[in-house]
């Protein structure tokens, strides 16, 4: 193992330990206001991720959606197919967010375009950014 490595390894080594007594520190749980925001693509992908994340660890979820437009979607269509009610986490999607929002919210992610392919002049793709 070379020294870049062994430091590499070193440094992981204290952030997982920083990590884990954080873990163990943390005793609240309470339900989270996520915010995925900016003109990136992936926030309504991110949230949806959840959503079905979710009954995994027996959680029920409810969903809302405002489109603009009356275009169907495949979120409204795979919706459709896993459909449950409302638990405890709210996620916010959209391309700006209020910094009140940002304030209030728990999490809060900005999605940036480093790369898009219809910049590039490639189509839109079915099932990645296609409705």
């Known amino acids: 193992?070379?020294?870049s490595e062994e430091e590499h390894q070193r440094k992981m080594q204290?952030?997982?330990a920083t990590h884990q007594r954080r873990q163990k520190s943390s005793q609240r749980e309470k339900g989270l206001i996520i915010v995925n925001a900016g003109l990136g693509k992936g926030k309504t992908t991110a949230a949806?991720?959840?959503a079905f994340r979710a009954p995994g660890h027996g959680m029920k979820?409810?969903?809302?959606?405002?489109?603009k437009g009356n275009l169907p979607t495949g979120?409204?269509?795979?919706?459709?197919?896993h459909s449950g009610q409302m638990d405890l986490h709210v996620v916010i999607t959209g391309r700006h967010a209020p910094r009140e929002l940002v304030e209030l919210a728990d999490l809060t992610t900005e999605m940036r375009a480093i790369q898009y392919p219809y910049s590039q002049g490639i189509q839109a793709q079915?099932?990645?950014?296609?409705r």
């Open 14 to 16: 204290k952030l997982q």
């Open 75 to 81: 979120e409204q269509a795979s919706v459709k197919m």
């Open 126 to 130: 079915k099932g990645v950014e296609c």
């Open 61 to 67: 979820v409810g969903m809302v959606q405002f489109i």
């Open 1 to 3: 193992m070379t020294r």
């Open 48 to 50: 949806l991720g959840m």
